[in-house]
């Protein structure tokens, strides 16, 4: 409860001062020229990186004097540093903006901004960033009073720095461990665990003996330590540490830690019943808050000599107090309220930028929707004019194929057409030719029967005759059909194609017009049919007519293999 109030009244302390800051008309010359000169610097680099940091120094010199532009001026460092794409400049940005908007009591927004920071840092794997991080969340949940959310981040960044330590990357204990002991001391004593609250203390304090420098921090470890020994009713160990800690702070001349001590001291007094020395330690207070412009202890100051005073039964005196405990709680309260109407206000314009950001951010990314669509679109009808050029293409190629392939095979069927009609025209020739040596064998026989028939008696050359009668009609029977069946194999379309361009030809003429297509001579046509050579030539001038090629220069052979 005690450190609730102490926080409650820092926070007044910090917004009176913000506003007196605020209310002032100018900054010190010297301020401004400093901010003048890094604006400047900032205003004229094109380096992202001296940007930032210029602008971020900028946001830390109007902190404390004007809240607005040290956070417009985060946020501009901010901006710069998402634009560049260095994830270094951004994690800087933000976690000084987080600290900006944490001092100002913008928890939420603070918040944002170190969740920001730590997700940067863990892609960056710094377990030292890492850290840092996960303690000012838990300074955050600590403020928010949500203590158990603020233990685990404090636990969780004191298992990193002694990692950390063990493995000599930071130096140990550090001061960072120092801070995180004394807050986890701080979440004990609010959560009724008084016991962890002074081992944390004693650890903190432990580390801060032994840590140069660290004098402040320590100041403050035993001054807690104290206060948990003092609700406990220890008041023999209370006042050693309380005393330590005052002397810890007088050697340090540190006044602010010094206004504190006093008014635990009077805290101490006043529960031992020991009222001049509450009343002497709170005047102490009182009056070193009013040189350091500590408003919230000295709204404590006052309220413990009210109550020092109804102890002493001094009403008078005890009134005096109370009033200016109320005008001063009422002054605070209208700060408050004017801080807060601040808050509002900048928390407002915060939203208000996040809502601009983010309709741009949702304007880029439809924007880069409509160009991956359009794109994805184009690439899809070049794919499908690609796939159907493709599939066109192939299927001019089988056609193509097909097309070759049935040439081919018409090339090879017609070769074989030709190699059979060949052979058949072979087999046809050597036909003929056998049936011309057979014709002119059977005629030599005849001739030698017809030479032998005059001698012979009347009896013998009848019967004689009579063979050479049969031999003739059997000679010419046989030839003529074996020759038109082996003709009609081989040609089969040949009398038709005649007979579309004469049907009025006789037997004969076809017959003669079978002979000459095998290309034969008048001899060979007369041996086989067994007329007269000059018949045959008299046939052959009648059927140039008949074909009506007595006017033209085409031979009848000529003609015929065409047919």
């Not at 461990?177 to 944390?200: F, H, Q, T």
């Not at 066109?392 to 018409?410: F, P, Q, V």
């Not at 049969?470 to 046989?478: A, C, G, P, V």
Request: proline content about 1%; charged content about 25%; overall charge neutral.
């Amino acid at each position: 409860m005690e450190n609730q109030v102490k926080s409650l009244l820092f926070s007044l302390l910090v917004i009176i001062l913000t506003i007196i800051v605020l209310c002032s008309s100018t900054m010190q010359a010297q301020d401004m020229a400093k901010i003048d000169s890094m604006r400047y610097v900032v205003e004229t680099s094109k380096n992202d990186s001296v940007r930032v940091y210029g602008l971020v120094a900028i946001s830390k010199e109007y902190a404390w004097g004007d809240v607005q532009n040290a956070l417009q001026y985060g946020e501009k460092a901010l901006a710069i540093a998402e634009k560049s794409n260095k994830k270094n400049l951004l994690s800087y940005a933000l976690f000084n903006n987080g600290v900006a908007y944490f001092n100002q009591g913008l928890l939420e927004i603070s918040t944002k901004h170190f969740f920001g920071y730590l997700e940067i840092q863990k892609e960056l794997k710094d377990d030292k960033g890492i850290a840092y991080a996960l303690v000012n969340l838990g300074a955050v949940h600590l403020k928010l009073n949500q203590f158990e959310q603020s233990r685990e981040y404090f636990e969780k960044a004191l298992e990193t720095f002694d990692n950390l330590a063990a493995e000599g990357k930071i130096a140990k204990p550090g001061v960072e461990m120092i801070s995180i002991y004394n807050n986890l001391g701080v979440v004990s004593k609010n959560c009724n665990e008084p016991e962890k609250a002074i081992e944390y203390y004693s650890r903190g304090i432990n580390l801060a003996r032994h840590t140069p420098g660290q004098e402040m921090y320590l100041g403050n470890l035993l001054n807690n330590l104290g206060s948990i020994y003092l609700e406990l009713g220890k008041f023999d160990e209370a006042i050693i540490f309380l005393t330590e800690a005052l002397n810890v702070r007088m050697a340090n001349n540190d006044k602010s830690g010094l206004v504190k001590s006093y008014l635990m001291m009077a805290r101490y007094y006043l529960k031992q019943g020991r009222i001049e020395d509450a009343l002497f330690y709170s005047y102490s207070g009182y009056n070193l808050a009013n040189t350091v412009g500590g408003l919230s202890a000295n709204s404590e100051a006052l309220d413990l000599l009210f109550q020092v005073y109804q102890e002493k039964k001094m009403a008078d005196s005890a009134l005096k107090y109370y009033k200016l405990t109320t005008e001063l709680k009422e002054k605070l309260n209208q700060e408050a309220a004017l801080k807060e109407l601040t808050l509002l206000q900048i928390t407002a314009q915060y939203k208000e930028n996040e809502r601009i950001s983010q309709l741009e951010q949702n304007r880029r990314e439809f924007r880069y929707l409509m160009i991956g669509l359009t794109l994805l679109l184009i690439v899809a009808i070049l794919s499908l004019l690609y796939f159907l050029s493709h599939s066109r293409n192939r299927r001019l190629t089988l056609e193509k194929e097909n097309i070759n392939l049935s040439a081919k095979n018409l090339e090879l069927k017609k070769e074989s057409l030709e190699k059979e009609l060949e052979i058949r025209n072979k087999e046809l020739a050597t036909n003929v030719m056998y049936q011309i040596q057979k014709n002119e064998l059977i005629q030599e026989i005849v001739q030698k029967l017809e030479n032998h028939s005059s001698s012979d008696g009347n009896n013998d050359r009848d019967w004689k005759l009579e063979i050479i009668r049969d031999l003739e009609k059997t000679q010419q029977k046989s030839v003529w059909n074996e020759f038109e069946l082996r003709f009609q194999q081989v040609h089969n379309d040949f009398y038709n194609r005649l007979n579309e361009i004469n049907p009025e030809l006789s037997t004969n003429d076809r017959r003669l017009c079978a002979f000459l297509r095998l290309n034969m001579t008048t001899k060979e046509i007369s041996s086989i049919t067994g007329q007269s050579i000059r018949s045959i030539e008299v046939a052959r001038t009648r059927l140039r007519k008949r074909l009506n090629l007595t006017n033209s220069e085409t031979g009848l052979i000529e003609f015929l293999s065409q047919i």
